[in-house]
């Protein structure tokens, strides 16, 4: 049985997970961006070692079109308004996003943040 060294040898850096996207080093806004919502949609489903390649693949998706869909948004905010060409491209934008986090089934999950009464008591009280 090859080490885990031999079994990443021959992949790419995206999949050994050395780097996000190939050809970006990560340090744009809008990359941090993409990265946090991708992220984010694979943290609501339980996290990147509980979901299969596509649905990696899907939360990423989500991730890019949330940016794109942001960026029409700024636009808007800034400008008061969008033309036809912007809109025509956030509509489909959005449905395309409703579409694929519909296919991931996005739920989310409420976390349970109940405390046992020694730790509310000691947090009411300000102990550490």
Known sequence: M??????????SAVTNG???????DGRSPTFRRYRDLAEGVTSDL?????????????ARRIGGLGVLCEALES??????KL????????AT??????????RLGIKRASKDVTL?????????????
């Open 75 to 80: 636009k808007l905010c800034a400008d008061g």
């Open 2 to 11: 090859p080490s885990d060294d031999k079994a990443k040898h021959g992949k």
């Open 93 to 102: 934008l959005t449905n395309a996003l409703g579409r694929t986090a519909a």
């Open 46 to 58: 339980g996290g990147p070692d509980r979901l299969s390649t596509i649905q990696l693949q899907l």
């Open 116 to 128: 046992d009464l020694h730790d509310y008591i000691r947090q009411r009280d300000g102990a550490p």
């Open 83 to 90: 033309c036809e060409e912007d809109l025509a491209a956030y």
């Open 18 to 24: 050395f780097k996000y996207l190939e050809d970006c």
